[in-house]
């Protein structure tokens, strides 16, 4: 499992969130992160998530820090537990850095009622895919969020990276953790 | 998934971490989790971590706060991926309760270098299982380690309840959002 | 595992049979399953069933009882053989109400050498799915069939609510049997 | 799939519900169906279903129709719906002899409230296995039964390789059923 | 599993490796291979291999032997070993010809530095599916390449179907050599 | 993936294949290839080959190299089929080394009729394990042999790390090939 920091721009507009993309891209084979910044605007027809869809909900962000996650295998329940240990290890980078007022539920990460993240995960057809974008700036959102800034994480390339090292790490050691017991009756 | 809180003390020594202890002793059927209290000793036959055998490590700690976890299905590396989503609730639930120093490393917890937490995950025949243990009182043992009551964390079954409780609303959530959005090219 | 019965009258022409259409027209959330009433007329570029397609076969019937399953997991043949069980059900709910002639084959229900049903089962990109349709009429239909009114059935949802209700409790029970044995060697 | 109708007595002891039994002693090779007659009588040690355990049932009949059934893969839930549709199956090879009071309620049959079955699956290191037995005489159960006798049914080796017949035929047609159809969206 | 010999001509543009392909037009159900010869010609658009994509690699062959082989589940590195398993077996079946230069070096096969073969595996969205061309003439391909004919293979039908059938019996003979061993501690 | 050559001498009794063995006497953590020389000797009760239990078969060799294989995954076909690429892979190592006589029947190689290698895959509770042993002597076998030493393979520890070096290779490039292709309709 590998990660790459792409740090030119780039927008997020629901059409990243597709097989294979970091790798046609920026040439990772096989499990990866890519993390990038740009604004987030999913229009209706681009949106995964039928609820937000049936809820005609839409999501725009002016500015934030994305991660895309591609797992090589099928189990989207498996990769969606995956995203929310993903989220759980954002907050965790966050305390590192100081900030220790967020709140997980699911996988969105809130302080007090304002919400920091979206997220989704979905299947391609050859593997299962996660987006997570983290507000960078606050200003004209839908509804009420907070960003990284007023976090005072001011590098966001290198938090970024922090999440997406921390991240690769705990699934190479999860992978291990399988291989070193017995089973029990 | 449905939890039990067991008040009546109970000693863990290895023997619990066995297929259908749940359903056969308090009746649950299907995914579940066991809250209970006990001195935790496992001796190297009964060790599951194979990693510990042959570092000839051993467990042993007074009083703890146990979790059992059963999940009938055969991933076991999907397993460990919700056990360290476990942990992280774990240390969800205590920030909620005002502690705000721990940090999570894997399926571990600490505060500084003391160990609060022991877990393992392993396969049975027919599914896969989690234990993880809390240190209440931190006298007596191996390694360095900080407890429950340490943290100021009195009424345990209280918090386990809490935990258990966020632990299984998780793994409903997450098996209905793999039901909610249509897949990706 | 939830059933919605949908009592305005809706045709079925093939594009029923896919992902979420029970929830986002109907909001179940989860392994579902749809009844309604209507003509079905599928075209040769909807068919599912590339047996159909070669042997240019076509369905029609003017008023049927329409059953859409959608299970979210991925294991197609699984899911042909919890239909083989629908169509057992479909059948069983009908001796209930004293019809004691039928008989199946495979996935289809005979009365003689008259047809009452068509059924498929198929994969989405994120579930597995199955359509079954009972004829109501038997008029007009391409090949010799039997109706749910030559049987006497003459109240067609409560019918359909019958075997969706036990078709649930099935899948429920299935799913609760699994978790209740141990191993043999 | 394939089966063998082992016309020697041989009596069911739970021992017989392990991995390999059809190929070890009668030579099948891959998923296969064994008919035997005997009588059943199965110890709490020996007993697989952890809920008669656990209510101290236990399982009695002087002389039954047994089939064993073994499917080489490791999905308990997808075996114990094709255990529902051998139940289905011995139903409708009932009927075609004339026996049209039963009921099915998931794995047992009845007629009326007498019992005509037992049955259980469950998972060996390398399969899955289905036990059905099937009452010939009802003397001597511990509850109230009928047997195939009171149905009029003589010929029960006959009666046992139509079931086994028409299952084996039936799990071949549905893993063809499989593959003839196109995926939908 | 069962293979097909189409002996009129067909191109091979890339359009052939979808699902069904072979049930549609030669009638084969379930897990089979395909043999035919013609041409091979795949623009960008139609490549499944997006490292030749990224590479702008093409693909030319005036005259192959071509293989399409069907496996109907979706564990897509399952059917890569397969396929890296039918490359050997077309070597060994070279070899059984007098034929003992060649080398394989995963899914290609080299007599020295010219290449014999062109392979690709991918999932469909009800099958995985292996393509493997074999140059008949070494003519005008974009690479330094060897055919049959410069190995003096004349009856280009005739071998592909003894590699044809010995997959075949292969891929029966691995499903049978998993049900015959019990398991180990 | 990973392997280790053991290069003081260890006989082979069979309780070598056995879940974990290589973590815990040589400690590599994850998939696995040990290469090992020693003589063969298996009891009856220590086959793990049914059809050989069967036939009373016994296994008896001098001297032999020896490959034990773990994968951590749970399906046994699959490890069966790597079986056969490690059988084809070991052949390809000795055309290397200039043996071109040899024959690969399944997971067997001959030259002529004379017998160069015992095999068997089987599951353990948490991986699928493959045990190969070469002769290196064949002297004294039960059935024709030949053996390495024949074959003019002095350094057979070299010779063994060819082929796990070249296995490992191939299962990860394996993995790769999965995480480079889009789906096809």
Redesign the interface.
Known sequence: MQYFIQRHPLNYDGSQ????FT??NF?L???SVLVFRGSCTVEQNEM????D??AQDWIHSEDMLHFIVEH?D?????T???Q??LI?TIK?EL?VRGV?TL??S??DLYAGDKKLSVS????????T?VHCGLNISNHNTPIPTIGLTNLNIDDVFQFGESVAEHYCA?VL?????????????
């Open positions: 969130l597709q097989s294979l790798y046609k040439g084979m096989g499990d995964v998530d039928m609820e869809v049936v090589f099928m189990d989207l329940e498996k969606i537990v995956r929310r240990l759980a965790e305390e220790t709140r997980r699911g996988d989704i995960a979905t299947l391609s057809p050859v593997s895919l705990e050691s999860m992978r291990l953790a399988r291989c070193k017991v017995r089973g029990v009756s």
